[in-house]
Structures are given as C-alpha cells and as structure tokens.
C-alpha cells in the first residue's frame, strides 16, 4: 500500500466490528438509521471520537481503501457538516472486508481522548 492510496477512516465499537467478520461486511447502525456510513478523514478521526466516541475503551479504527470501495460499487460522497465545518465522507452501501485494509485498538476515554496508532501519527 502507498501512503497515497485513499483512504478512510470509521470508528467502530467492537459488536459492529465482530457481526463484520461473520457477515463480510461493516455496516454500522447509522447505515439503517440514515443510510450511509459516517466516516472522517484522518484529521477528523480524534475530534470525532472526542464528540461521539468517549467512554468506548474497545473502540477500533477501520482504515478504509476508497478506491475497493468504489470498485465494489460502494458510492462516497462528501458532505458538508456545518456543525464541523468541514466535508466528511459518507458511505452509501455495506464496506466490504476487502475494503478494510487495517483495523487498529482506539481506546477512547471517558472524557473523549484518543491517540491515533502510531502508523497513522506519521502522515
């Protein structure tokens, strides 16, 4: 992998990453509730732990190839959160586990704090 390939990045409790591994595919609540998949960009990730991730010690961080997403049909789009100020990737569809390239411990405390795994802290 080239650290130029597009990549995504989703937080995942650890029952969302486990019903992954038995069905191939990561499809997180939010996908039924409003029909995409909410991810960030790597600069997004600890702010969005911080905001909707503290108190999850067994969170994970999925490392998402966009280019397997869109050669398996996954649309992604960018939309702009005016609560953030900034676009963030949304995920029309199941990630195929082919997609994911890494999946790494993101223990977020219980006041939100998260340190990206030190792979990621080097981009």
Do not use: N
């Not at 199941?94 to 390239?101: E, G, K, T």
């Amino acid at each position: 992998m080239l650290d130029s390939d597009p990549m995504l990045y989703r937080i995942s409790q650890p029952h969302d990453w486990e019903q992954a591994q038995q069905t191939g595919f990561f499809a997180s609540p939010d996908l039924a509730a409003e029909g995409f998949i909410h991810a960030s960009e790597l600069d997004q990730v600890l702010e969005t732990a911080r905001l909707y991730y503290a108190g999850s010690p067994g969170a994970l961080l999925l490392e998402i190839d966009e280019t397997t997403l869109m050669a398996a049909s996954v649309r992604v789009e960018r939309e702009w959160a005016a609560g953030r100020q900034a676009w963030f990737p949304h995920l029309f569809g199941p990630v195929p586990l082919v997609a994911v390239r890494r999946a790494w411990p993101l223990p977020v405390a219980a006041d939100g704090a998260a340190v990206l795994p030190p792979e990621l802290m080097l981009r």
